[in-house]
């Protein structure tokens, strides 16, 4: 009997690792995009750069942390003129992880809102 609680924990406590170990990156890649789209909306507010711009910027973070999003994803909107108007961010994406017997999609909505204070 207790042969059989030592392997089903040991069972447990692998599986537990596998399961962090498969998970982890996209979500710290998500993060990571994040924190890289909050950055663009809070300098894109105030400068003038142009909406493409700042879209082929965040395609380009993306691709670097391994992102799976298409370009045409991004979607970023100017209120106002640049530097007094507000910036918004969207790029929602999906990843797929094949786990034994369970494939699961993991889905991401990277956004954000910047407001100029002026």
Same mark, same amino acid.
């Given at each position: 009997? !207790? /042969?059989?609680?030592?392997?089903?924990?040991?069972?447990? +406590?692998?599986?537990?690792?596998?399961?962090?170990?498969?998970?982890?990156? #996209?979500?710290?890649?998500?993060?990571?995009? !994040?924190d890289? +789209?909050?950055?663009?909306? $809070?300098?894109?507010?105030?400068?003038?750069?142009? !909406?493409?711009?700042?879209?082929? /910027?965040?395609? &380009? &973070?993306? $691709?670097?942390?391994d992102?799976?999003?298409?370009?045409e994803?991004?979607?970023? $909107?100017?209120?106002?003129?640049?530097? =007094?108007? /507000?910036l918004?961010?969207?790029? #929602?994406?999906?990843? *797929?992880?094949?786990?034994p017997?369970? #494939?699961?999609?993991? *889905?991401?909505? =990277?956004?954000?809102?910047?407001?100029?204070?002026?």
């Open positions: 009997m !207790e /042969s059989i609680k030592l392997v089903t924990g040991i069972c447990a +406590i692998v599986a537990a690792i596998y399961l962090i170990v498969v998970l982890t990156p #996209p979500y710290l890649a998500n993060y990571r995009f !994040e890289a +789209i909050k950055t663009e909306a $809070q300098l894109g507010t105030y400068s003038t750069k142009s !909406e493409e711009a700042i879209r082929d /910027s965040l395609f &380009k &973070k993306a $691709q670097d942390l992102v799976p999003i298409a370009r994803q991004i979607k970023v $909107q100017r209120s106002g003129v640049a530097g =007094a108007g /507000s918004s961010i969207d790029a #929602p994406y999906i990843v *797929h992880v094949n786990l017997g369970y #494939p699961l999609d993991l *889905h991401f909505d =990277a956004s954000t809102r910047n407001k100029s204070v002026f």
